[in-house]
């Protein structure tokens, strides 16, 4: 089998190199050098453009409209940006702020959190490994319902809840506080939640990385005098699983701003109590399906998009390879 | 000849990280583990328990996580009322497990082939298309879901079984992942195999494919989850029942919000359902998480 594709290859190699400035030559030149990389692209690309950049190009045009769901939407130019930059008053004070807050709380934490556990779980025979891996990626794999069920029992707002039962059953609190309503304590909750279920895909891809590098790198560097785990881990396993620490830091920017039902859930309501567990997600599920201006929802979701942008490039300077 | 080339990239997994056996400086890992672990545990003792619940123990106030006198009525109710049912559940099941098993394997199939032109091929537009993959990722999704819709009513997929398949296919983390593996595949690998005449099909099947095996594990488990507990086409596109999924069908046992309203049978039934439809997630996270790491153990023994 082998002969025959090298001689394939020969017979293919002693066909003349289409030179001709026509068209057709143009384009069988074009087939020779990137043909193939294109065959392979081509099952995913068709895919993605249908179910993927035609609906997200719409609805990037979408923002450019006043959009009801029932009439046809009418070209408005910039007039959601601007109005959402001038006139809501609740983006400008309760979900911007809130979504910076949370995604700066729980991107990077959630981040350290999943590559340092993937870390140690690595240290681990793999039975163990197995069984840890399992139970840390499990909060994913839950549905939300199941998730929000638990931490509702836990932070019930009456004295019944695991919470305030066991703060008064200490001595420090005199009456139950209503953990999930009061503007006060549901951020940092939501904050909490988002963390504990932050070992998602890309704790598993940084798992399987840190699990890939050859360990002839380790051995190399003790020779060289390196002696504690934590040079280990900054001068050979960060270098050596960049690819797919750099999926990791965009999974959890991602995932961070695009998080929005946790509030809700929690709270049992859309907008949250006096707009505490407010973010972008939730202001954009808010406009567009309650009260069915796609537009503008549409408008505010672009202005997400430039946000997670943003702080994708600064995990791409910091992780992008070399080559 | 390229498989001796391989091993010597493949081989050499072994030792210091992912020990063989236990050892008393991992004593302080399974120290921190343990109680982290026990948190995050709630979910899935709280499903499993919950299935188990009677009526009065589901609506105890206040609530417990464990049940105290376990029955299997939940199960029997559910039964009895599938039974019931218009349309034989073996349906709804032979509907989804069909569905599952073709989303996860072509989506691999799919998103691989692309990931490895997109990492190791050189054309002009390479850099560009992976930014544009990257940016679709980052738009959040709850803002194309009309769009989408007219889209797929454009191309006459209501009502079909391809809708279920076909919108879900080309998934953008999937490619991402994928390619950021095939970035830590050395380029003399391929290039050895080139020069011994390997087909651009060959590299990608037995030398890209096998060398990635934790990363399809890895979008293996996502594609599964998400395929296998998809209720939300057969809410959107699909107005006959019999091409609807076992996940939808659960939800319509109950009422649309579980969680708030008071009837009785039906949160039994709902816990019971939500412990049927999760156990295969389980399941399928232990064989694949299993392959992740038996890559690595075996090929060190060589």
């Keep these: 089998m082998q002969t025959k594709q090298t001689l394939a290859r020969e017979e293919a190699i002693k066909q003349p190199y289409p030179t001709e400035r026509t068209l057709a030559g143009f384009f069988q030149r074009w087939l020779i050098k990137e043909g193939?990389?294109?065959?392979?692209?081509?099952?995913?690309?068709?895919?993605?453009?249908?179910?993927?950049?035609?609906?997200?190009?719409?609805?990037?045009?979408?923002?450019?409209?006043?959009?009801?769901?029932?009439?046809?939407?009418?070209?408005?130019?910039?007039?959601?940006?601007?109005?959402?930059?001038?006139?809501?008053?609740?983006?400008?004070?309760?979900?911007?702020?809130?979504?910076?807050?949370?995604?700066?709380?729980?991107?990077?934490?959630?981040?350290?959190?999943?590559?340092?556990?993937?870390?140690?779980?690595?240290?681990?025979?793999?039975?163990?490994?197995?069984?840890?891996?399992?139970i840390l990626y499990s909060p994913s794999m839950t549905a939300s319902v199941a998730m929000a069920v638990v931490w509702k029992t836990l932070f019930s707002g009456d004295q019944t809840g695991y919470l305030n039962s066991f703060l008064m059953g200490m001595g420090l609190l005199r009456e139950p506080i209503q953990w999930l309503q009061s503007p006060q304590y549901l951020m940092p909750i939501m904050i909490v939640v988002t963390l504990w279920s932050s070992m998602g895909i890309g704790f598993l891809a940084m798992l399987a990385g840190i699990l890939e590098i050859s360990p002839e790198l380790y051995e190399a560097a003790t020779i060289d005098g390196m002696s504690s785990r934590w040079q280990e881990i900054f001068y050979i396993t960060i270098p050596s699983m960049r690819p797919q620490m750099l999926f990791g830091a965009v999974m959890s920017i991602v995932g961070t701003f695009q998080a929005g039902a946790i509030g809700v859930t929690l709270s049992g309501s859309n907008p949250t109590p006096q707009y505490a567990g407010q973010l972008i997600v939730n202001h954009v599920e808010d406009y567009g399906f309650l009260r069915y201006e796609m537009g503008y929802a549409a408008a505010v979701s672009v202005v997400l998009l430039l946000m997670v942008l943003f702080f994708t490039r600064v995990a791409n300077r910091l992780f992008a390879s070399d080559t | 000849m390229i498989n001796k080339r391989l091993s010597r990239y493949t081989g050499i997994r072994n030792a210091g990280i992912n020990p063989?056996?236990?050892?008393?400086?991992?004593?302080?890992?399974?120290?921190?583990?343990?109680?982290?672990?026990?948190?995050?545990?709630?979910?899935?003792?709280?499903?499993?328990?919950?299935?188990?619940?009677?009526?009065?123990?589901?609506?105890?106030?206040?609530?417990?996580?464990?049940?105290?006198?376990?029955?299997?009525?939940?199960?029997?109710?559910?039964?009895?009322?599938?039974?019931?049912?218009?349309?034989?559940?073996?349906?709804?099941?032979?509907?989804?497990?069909?569905?599952?098993?073709?989303?996860?394997?072509?989506?691999?199939?799919?998103?691989?082939?692309?990931?490895?032109?997109?990492?190791?091929?050189?054309?002009?537009?390479?850099?560009?298309?992976?930014?544009?993959?990257?940016?679709?990722?980052?738009?959040?999704?709850?803002?194309?879901?009309?769009?989408?819709?007219?889209?797929?009513?454009?191309?006459?997929?209501?009502?079909?079984?391809?809708?279920?398949?076909?919108?879900?296919?080309?998934?953008?983390?999937?490619?991402?992942?994928?390619?950021?593996?095939?970035?830590?595949?050395?380029?003399?690998?391929?290039e050895a195999a080139q020069i011994d005449g390997a087909s651009d099909w060959w590299i990608y099947w037995r030398i890209i494919l096998p060398m990635i095996r934790p990363a399809l594990a890895t979008i293996a488990i996502l594609t599964f989850q998400s395929a296998w507990s998809n209720a939300e086409i057969s809410t959107l596109y699909i107005n006959e029942e019999s091409l609807r999924t076992l996940a939808f069908y659960l939800t319509t046992l109950t009422p649309a919000n579980a969680t708030a309203v008071n009837t009785v049978a039906g949160q039994g039934i709902a816990a019971a359902a939500a412990l049927i439809m999760f156990l295969p997630n389980l399941i399928m996270f232990i064989i694949l998480q299993g392959q992740v790491m038996s890559t690595m153990s075996h090929s060190g023994l060589k």
Excluded: C
């Excluded at chain 1, 046809?72 to 983006?91: A, C, R, V």
């Excluded at chain 2, 073709?102 to 091929?121: D, E, R």
């Design chain 2, 20 to 190: 063989k056996g236990f050892h008393v400086s991992q004593i302080k890992f399974y120290v921190i583990l343990t109680p982290l672990s026990a948190l995050m545990l709630l979910p899935i003792i709280y499903i499993f328990s919950s299935a188990f619940k009677p009526p009065d123990e589901l609506f105890a106030f206040p609530p417990r996580f464990f049940v105290v006198n376990p029955t299997t009525q939940n199960f029997t109710d559910l039964f009895s009322k599938l039974s019931t049912s218009g349309i034989p559940i073996s349906r709804y099941l032979f509907n989804s497990i069909l569905i599952t098993v073709i989303t996860v394997a072509a989506s691999i199939m799919v998103s691989s082939a692309a990931a490895y032109s997109l990492s190791k091929k050189r054309f002009k537009l390479k850099k560009m298309l992976f930014a544009i993959n990257n940016v679709a990722l980052m738009f959040v999704p709850i803002a194309v879901t009309i769009p989408r819709f007219l889209v797929i009513v454009e191309l006459n997929l209501l009502n079909t079984f391809w809708v279920h398949i076909l919108p879900v296919l080309a998934m953008p983390v999937g490619l991402f992942l994928l390619k950021q593996f095939i970035d830590g595949i050395p380029d003399e690998v391929i």
């Design chain 1, 36 to 134: 193939s990389a294109y065959a392979f692209l081509s099952p995913y690309g068709l895919l993605f453009i249908i179910f993927i950049v035609v609906p997200v190009l719409s609805a990037f045009l979408l923002s450019f409209t006043f959009f009801d769901t029932i009439q046809p939407p009418h070209f408005i130019g910039l007039n959601n940006y601007i109005s959402l930059l001038t006139q809501d008053d609740t983006f400008m004070k309760y979900v911007l702020p809130n979504t910076i807050q949370f995604a700066v709380i729980v991107g990077p934490g959630g981040y350290a959190l999943a590559f340092m556990l993937a870390w140690m779980l690595a240290q681990l025979p793999r039975l163990p490994r197995t069984i840890f891996a399992l």
